[in-house]
């Protein structure tokens, strides 16, 4: 039971590139969701997954795209990447009716 | 909409010492409330919740918060602190959506001194 996985856990691109963050749980959440970690800002929510075949904007979606593959796995795409989107980004899950989010080991993403 | 303000970014205090972190919180409908804890390079850990009942919330590794809903606070609070508490504390705030969307403060460091 590895519980919430996130691949990569480093990359650095440069401006204008693409790239898909991978997110997979093993814990049969519905929920699923990614965030990004600036420091002095906390963590604030990009995109939502409340059960499989839904997505929902967050507080941060823009340049972002998600896709929610299954109910195991929801990835996160850069269509065109941008300094502003330097950050560490978390994927978390969670079970529908409840409140405790469970969270990945982060990505740590750096564009040039 | 809701929101989360954590008072103190860095609280530095010495080992075996007592810690209150600060944390409230705006909304204009109920919330569940919580805290988690993020160890350097690692990712978030439940440390506690409020959803219902009693204001005294107990938690992992000793720590402990009340709910106080007139002063729309959720303190969190280690009557003696160890060296492996130093991490990054951020306090936390969802609706009662089925998404439990949660809304994160910007973090309080904890840097336990020997």
């Not at chain 1, 972002?64 to 899950?93: D, H, I, M, W």
């Amino acid at each position: 039971n590895a519980g919430v996985t996130q691949t990569p856990k480093f990359q650095v691109l440069k401006t204008g590139q693409s790239m898909t963050l991978q997110c997979a749980q093993d814990m049969n959440h519905n929920s699923m969701y990614w965030y990004r970690q600036d420091p002095g800002m906390g963590l604030r929510l990009i995109y939502y997954s409340a059960s499989e075949g839904t997505t929902d904007k967050g507080e941060v979606p823009n340049g972002y795209n998600v896709s929610r593959l299954n109910k195991r796995e929801f990835s996160l795409r850069l269509e065109s990447a941008a300094p502003s989107q330097t950050s560490v980004y978390f994927c978390a899950g969670g079970l529908a009716g409840r409140d405790t989010q469970y969270f990945g080991p982060g990505t740590r993403l750096t564009v040039l | 909409a809701q929101s989360v303000t954590q008072l103190d970014s860095q609280v530095p205090v010495f080992e075996e010492a007592p810690v209150e972190l600060r944390c409230n919180y705006s909304s204009s409908v109920s919330v569940y409330l919580f805290w988690y804890v993020q160890y350097p390079n690692q990712g978030l850990q439940l440390l506690l919740k409020y959803l219902s009942g009693s204001t005294l919330v107990k938690g992992i590794n000793g720590f402990e918060a009340e709910f106080n809903k007139s002063q729309t606070s959720f303190h969190l609070r280690k009557p003696s602190v160890h060296i492996s508490d130093t991490a990054e504390y951020f306090c936390a705030v969802s609706d009662s959506g089925s998404a439990r969307q949660l809304t994160f403060g910007s973090g309080t460091q904890l840097t336990v001194l020997p």
